[in-house]
């Protein structure tokens, strides 16, 4: 089967799970948006019990999904691994740190002998889901502007900014996008409060907290995407491998793969449709409406990003440095093994479905919190 597949072909089919990956972990960072609104949407203690045990239950799927990304994209493309964890390494450490003390909080919070106290605990998933969520976004935005890096004859890094990937704040365009996914966050953890959680008081404040982010995730999301299809991107030439700055690159891969376009323009509908339905009908619906249109629109940029001969790692120092699919894969062979072991998927998503399910057989209520045992 996989064997008789060309080697380019298995390097854009792992970008595609790659892309598909990083996808469902922007959706999945509900659990993240969900923790920055634990101030302002509980009303009291218990209710705030009830905001950290719904997203207490989910924060593994997040986890896990990271990574799964992770772990894929080292294994798919090795050589973009070393480059961007070997020279930007203060960037991914603060975004590891932010998820490390994310696990602690959730373990540690309510343990008795907690000397630290709850509150810290608190500002700690308050960080992993604001600063860990917008350093994710910055970090994916160096996948369109680039990096200041240089490779040798002997593909060895040479990161040419001395805050080692803490540069990519310095660009207005990655920020736009962290800002956006950030905000985007936010109101995923809204809409998932509103469908997981059985109190009015809570669901009011939650849509008012999907209207305010909405207005925010709009200005910086549309900010992100005029400047992706304005400026030039960087494109390479299938026989030479040389690397060019071409106008209006990622506009035009849109244009040139129809299907990507399509599931860009109808995830951002099924985006503003759950919130739509959820601020103005008090549908409690929205999260698999806004959630399955995050994924989309998610894959769709990332699709965009490496896939029609673009360089999905730039080097803004170095153009030749440039990381492509195509120089930066495994070989043949390993992509090879790697798509047969990639055939289990559905397996697992459909043992997520059934977990999933099982978590969230009965919404969270203030009676389930005054009798049960296992609290977060």
């Known amino acids: ?112 002998g907690n000397f630290l106290g709850a509150k810290t605990y608190e500002i700690f998933l308050y960080i992993n889901g604001s600063i860990g969520i917008f350093l994710i976004g910055v970090a994916v935005g160096t996948f369109f502007t680039g990096s200041e890096f240089r490779l040798n004859e002997l593909n060895q890094v040479q990161w040419l900014h001395k805050t080692r990937g803490l540069e990519a704040l310095f660009n207005f365009q990655n920020v736009a996008l962290g800002l956006a996914v950030f905000s985007l966050a936010r109101i995923l953890g809204a809409l998932y409060f509103i469908n997981t959680i059985d109190d009015s008081a809570i669901a009011e404040r939650s849509r008012k907290q999907v209207v305010y982010n909405t207005v925010i995730f709009l200005i910086f999301f549309l900010t992100f995407i005029m400047m992706l299809f304005l400026n030039d991107g960087f494109a390479y030439d299938t026989n030479s491998g040389q690397v060019l700055l071409e106008p209006n690159k990622y506009f035009n891969n849109l244009i040139d793969m129809p299907l990507t376009l399509l599931i860009f323009i109808s995830g951002v509908i099924l985006v503003l449709t759950g919130i739509i339905i959820t601020a103005l009908w008090k549908n409690n619906k929205g999260i698999w409406f806004s959630g399955s249109g995050t994924i989309m629109t998610v894959l769709a940029l990332l699709l965009i990003a490496g896939l029609n001969n673009t360089c999905f790692y730039p080097s803004s120092a170095d153009l030749q440095s440039s990381l492509t699919i195509e120089n930066s894969s495994s070989s043949e062979y390993t992509l090879t093994i790697m798509s047969y072991v990639s055939l289990f998927i559905p397996f697992v998503t459909l043992y997520i479905y059934f977990a999933w399910k099982a978590i969230n057989k009965k919404k969270i209520s203030k009676h389930e919190m005054s009798g049960s045992d296992h609290k977060y």
């Open 1 to 112: 089967m996989f064997e008789n597949c060309t080697w380019l072909f298995l390097q854009q089919y792992w970008w595609v799970i790659v892309s598909l990956l990083g996808a469902i972990l922007v959706f999945l960072s509900f659990v993240q948006g969900g923790q920055t609104l634990i101030g302002t949407v509980a009303g009291n203690e218990e209710e705030k019990t009830m905001l950290i045990n719904a997203t207490g239950r989910k924060w593994e799927f997040t986890f896990t999904t990271l990574v799964t990304f992770g772990g894929a994209i080292f294994a798919a493309f090795p050589k973009f691994y070393a480059c961007s964890f070997g020279g930007a390494y203060w960037l991914w450490i603060a975004i590891l740190f932010c998820f490390i003390i994310q696990a602690v909080s959730y373990e540690f919070r309510k343990k008795p």
